[in-house]
């Protein structure tokens, strides 16, 4: 049982992470995001969900 609840409190804070990244990245300022970081804001969950999960 321990580890049920392991697993459900490490996927929603994971899904907590995923959200936030994506949040941070589609309010970034277009200019920022693509010249001086180099990324497009409407990649937000592709990079979110590497920078999460690693894939």
Do not use: Q
């Amino acid at each position: 049982m321990t580890s049920i609840i392991t697993y459900l409190r490490s996927a929603a804070e994971k899904r907590a992470a995923y959200n936030r990244t994506v949040a941070e990245i589609a309010r970034m300022n277009r200019d920022v995001a693509i010249e001086d970081l180099g990324i497009y804001p409407g990649d937000a969950e592709r990079i979110a969900r590497r920078a999460v999960y690693g894939a």
